[in-house]
């Protein structure tokens, strides 16, 4: 069994095909660029996030006690 392999290579075709391979990897490296980026601001934002996690339960603490006083006072005034 013979199979023809001969073909011609169009070289305008080629040139035109190797561009948009350079075209798609200039933007793979701006989309790592990106992603990098992306990463980093998370990273911050959980380094920010562990840092106030503190904040949070003081005001939740505060703010159940505030609401237990009222419903308290609230309560005792109605009756």
Same mark, same amino acid.
């Given at each position: 069994?013979?199979?023809? &392999?001969?073909?011609? %290579?169009?070289?305008?075709?080629?040139?035109?095909?190797? #561009? !948009?391979?350079?075209?798609?990897? *200039?933007?793979?490296?701006?989309?790592?660029?990106?992603?990098?980026? &992306?990463?980093?601001? %998370?990273?911050?934002?959980?380094?920010?996030?562990?840092? #106030? !996690?503190?904040?949070?339960?003081? *005001?939740?603490?505060?703010?159940?006690?505030?609401?237990?006083?009222?419903?308290?006072?609230?309560?005792?005034?109605?009756?």
């Amino acid at each position: 069994m013979w199979v023809d &392999m001969s073909f011609e %290579i169009d070289p305008v075709k080629y040139g035109v095909l190797w #561009q !948009k391979v350079e075209n798609y990897e *200039a933007k793979f490296e701006a989309l790592e660029k990106k992603i990098d980026k &992306m990463e980093s601001n %998370i990273e911050k934002l959980l380094d920010n996030q562990s840092q #106030q !996690k503190g904040a949070g339960w003081l *005001a939740i603490g505060m703010l159940s006690v505030l609401s237990t006083v009222g419903g308290w006072v609230l309560h005792w005034w109605t009756k």
